[in-house]
């Protein structure tokens, strides 16, 4: 029977992101190296990893970035391998994420490093050409996002990375059977199966198979394969899994189809000015991309496994329940609102997060200007995403959010990160982040119709304590102007309070921009 492999575009999009490091094959084979001749053992813990990492490896990572590379690798080895949650995470996976950060979206998606005929960073060894994935400042999402590269599911994009997978097969393998020196002259089931991480097999792209070795029918039996046939053997059976991974062009906006067994994945891309909802509102998406949107207010209310959101400009994103990482990426004005079991944000500027976490949210790249907050969206049914994606909103994790490991590029210490020392203070010009004064914080309520309203309670927001004072203090302040509301006898001056409090409303909504999205419930029977 004929079987396929294909790339997990997930593992690509989420484990790559930026640090001081400029990755290629040799400083990883380097790093890796050093790694294995100072720990003991194919297990290793966080805080064997950050000590080796920052003291005993090179190229030496800062503390802050090596907590970053464990957060995001110990979730994806997670969620991507299927393995329960531990305290401990093998080698040869850490091995195997680093070597995706040779990776580079950037150049393979603008004309302008198509045209230049620049070489894979994994094949030079010296060469001192600079990426603007690793920029600290060249390439600034500042010049606008309609300036940058379309971050999209395109055909250059899923090209670029069969590319990348068949030209760096080899290292993979290395790192995988721990031969990193010299080929390996077989590869084992077991050694295989590691690069589930990355890659998927199936009897057809829309049939998975539990595991990667079952792809090849030689090594299934035999336990092991040499070196050699293995390579011909993935090369000649990897694909790109246009039934998962739609290119954009074709599904603006919708879901993929899936069938049973199936990944189910949705694309919301290239919107403009519009509000998109999801359909059903309480499925459940493994994987669910957001890019290049400009304008619009989207609201997923099921829950996702993998997030990404890439390119948009000025937009409003809220998202129920993330069980495993929201990546927001190379974006510009928006604001997002999400429960995620990890958050990471990269190259992106002038943005709001309002968060619930169980790690500390990422800030890498060129990462500026960013206002933090706690989890603010009300919704009928919240609670059941949220316990679909295994997600409680508890007092332990109430504060995480307001603990980001920042590991942005240029700033003055990376190792001390880049927050204001004032809650909502914007007086520092080169703040990576700071936090929303609990006067000016909101809740988000998602639009619903009055039978859903009804029909189950609202999750009670889970706030620390200055902004769960703040947010009681301005209820108490509604309650008290409804009182003097009802106090009001007089039809003809309640007429004229009605009058004045609508015109307040229809000029809010006009500055804001409201008024188009106010149209857009109007119009989905919603407002």
């Known amino acids: 029977m ?9 593992a690509l999009d989420h484990a790559v992101f930026n640090t001081s490091v400029r990755w290629t094959v040799p400083k990883v084979k380097d790093f890796l190296v050093s790694l294995r001749s100072a720990v003991t053992g194919s297990a290793i813990s966080q805080a064997i990893w950050v000590e080796a990492a920052t003291c005993r490896c090179n190229p030496a990572l800062s503390e802050l970035e090596a907590q970053a590379y464990w957060h995001v690798f110990s979730v994806l080895r997670q969620s991507l391998s299927g393995e329960p949650a531990g305290s401990t995470v093998d080698v040869r996976a850490i091995g195997l994420l680093l070597m995706c950060q040779v990776f580079s ?9 198509a045209k ?5 960073p994994g094949l030079e ?6 990426s603007p994935r690793h920029s600290p400042r060249g390439n600034s999402p500042r010049v606008g996002v309609s300036a940058q590269s379309s971050i999209q599911r395109g055909r250059d994009a899923s090209t670029a990375m069969l590319a990348f997978v068949r030209q760096h097969l080899a290292y993979f393998l290395q790192v995988a059977c721990e031969e990193l020196t010299v080929e390996p002259t077989s590869v084992s089931d077991e050694e295989f199966d590691l690069l589930g991480m990355f890659l998927c097999a199936g009897a057809s792209t829309t049939q ?5 070795s079952q792809a090849l029918p030689e090594l299934e039996a035999n336990r092991s394969m040499p070196w050699k046939e293995i390579r011909k053997a993935v090369d000649k059976s990897l694909v790109w899994n246009s039934d998962v991974y739609a290119v954009v062009e074709q599904s603006l906006g919708v879901q993929a189809p899936a069938t049973p067994g199936e990944p189910r994945a949705v694309n919301v891309s290239g919107l403009t000015r519009q509000t998109w909802f999801q359909k059903p509102a309480t499925g459940d ?7 290049c949107c400009n304008e619009c207010t989207i609201y997923v209310t099921g829950h996702a496994r993998f997030c990404f959101v890439a390119g948009c400009h000025d937009c409003t994103i809220m998202i129920a329940a993330v069980s495993g990482m929201c990546t927001i990426h190379n974006s510009e004005k928006i604001s997002i609102h999400a429960a995620a079991h990890c958050f990471k944000m990269e190259n992106s500027i002038d943005s709001s997060a309002y968060l619930y976490c169980h790690i500390p949210p990422i800030l890498s790249g060129d990462t500026r200007g960013i206002k933090l907050a706690p989890f603010n969206v009300l919704y009928s049914q919240l609670d059941s995403a949220l316990q679909r994606a295994s997600i409680a909103l508890e007092a332990a994790y109430v504060d995480v959010w307001a603990h980001p490991v920042c590991c942005t590029l240029g700033s003055p210490d990376e190792t001390l990160g880049g927050r204001s020392g004032n809650l909502d203070d914007l007086s520092h010009g080169n703040s990576t982040y700071h936090f929303v004064h609990p ?7 998602v639009p619903e119709s009055m039978g859903g309203l009804r029909s189950a309670p609202q999750v009670p927001l889970c706030l620390p304590q200055v902004y769960d004072e703040a947010f009681r203090a301005r209820a108490g302040d509604m309650r008290a102007f409804q009182k003097l509301f009802a106090e009001i006898t007089d039809e003809s001056k309640r007429r004229k309070t009605i009058q004045a409090m609508q015109g307040h409303f229809r000029e809010w909504l006009q500055a804001t921009g409201k008024s188009r999205q106010l149209a857009d419930l109007a119009r989905m029977g919603l407002a």
């Open 2 to 10: 004929s079987r396929v492999l294909w790339i997990r575009s997930e």
């Open 105 to 113: 979206p950037h150049r393979v998606r603008t004309d302008q490093f």
């Open 116 to 120: 230049s005929g620049e070489m894979w």
């Open 125 to 130: 060894r010296a060469t001192a050409a600079t």
């Open 208 to 212: 998975p198979l539990p595991r990667l």
């Open 285 to 291: 998406i493994d994987i669910l991309n957001i890019t």
């Open 439 to 445: 006067d000016t914080f909101h809740p988000v309520v």
